[in-house]
């Protein structure tokens, strides 16, 4: 069974703080990884893709991934309370299958 | 604006009732999907097309049913809604499926209450 994890929190960070989360996957051959963002009762919403080990930065966010220790985690520096949301991240496995997602982990930042 | 579309944004159905989710595309993508997202879960794929070729999940329910009649539409059918199927539909579509071009393009969903 092809997995993709993460701790479904809610994890709380204050205003300004860099929130971290993070996502472990089980298919080592993965090759495409995204995080999506959804807010309470609407659809995701693309925010990072990453295919290479390392960092990858838009704006206030960073994607890491580390292929060897199979998990990508997503950064939030200064975050704000429109953070607030559900993280979900997805995971491209071999060959042309779907994403896989993970249950999201709930961010809540307080102001 | 190009953009993924689905009507209606909440659809209220009775136990047993026969309901249809529609969906429709104007990016021209390959791929369109139809996912089950329940409170607090990750979405579950329920089915997708690509183009006109038809992938089931095999733990989709038989009560699930898609059409795709052109590149742009694609419906969902429950054939008898159970109070279990109450939950938001979720359409997206992509480009292909593999790799980095499988960034999806989720419609602002469907909440489905079944009474």
């Known amino acids: 069974q092809k997995e993709v994890e993460q701790n479904s929190g809610p994890l709380s960070v204050p205003e300004g703080a860099i929130a971290s989360l993070n996502c472990t996957y089980s298919?080592?051959?993965?090759?495409?990884f995204f995080w999506y963002r959804q807010y309470s009762g609407k659809s995701p919403e693309l925010i990072m893709s990453?295919?290479?080990?390392g960092d990858k930065e838009d704006g206030r966010f960073t994607a890491q991934l580390n292929k060897a220790s199979q998990y990508v985690s997503l950064l939030i520096r200064d975050s704000q309370p429109s953070d607030s949301a559900t993280y979900l991240c997805?995971?491209?496995?071999?060959?042309?299958?779907?994403?896989?997602f993970g249950k999201g982990t709930r961010l809540s930042v307080i102001a | 604006d190009a953009m993924v579309i689905q009507n209606p944004r909440y659809q209220v159905t009775q136990f047993g009732k026969p309901v249809t989710l529609s969906c429709s595309q104007t990016?021209?993508?390959?791929?369109m999907y139809w996912y089950q997202q329940k409170s607090s879960q990750a979405p579950k794929l329920l089915f997708h097309?690509?183009?006109?070729?038809?992938?089931n999940e095999a733990d989709t329910p038989d009560n699930f049913q898609s059409r795709r009649p052109n590149t742009s539409f694609c419906f969902l059918d429950i054939r008898s809604p159970g109070l279990g199927d109450a939950a938001m539909y979720l359409c997206?579509?992509?480009?292909?499926?593999?790799?980095?071009?499988?960034?999806?393009?989720f419609g602002s969903g469907t909440q489905l209450s079944v009474l």
């Open positions: 997206a579509t992509s480009r292909t499926t593999g790799g980095s071009n499988e960034k999806l393009f």
């Open positions: 990453i295919y290479s080990n």
């Open positions: 097309y690509y183009d006109k070729d038809f992938n």
């Open positions: 990016l021209n993508h390959n791929v």
């Open positions: 997805a995971v491209n496995e071999q060959g042309n299958t779907p994403l896989v």
């Open positions: 298919d080592r051959g993965s090759q495409s």
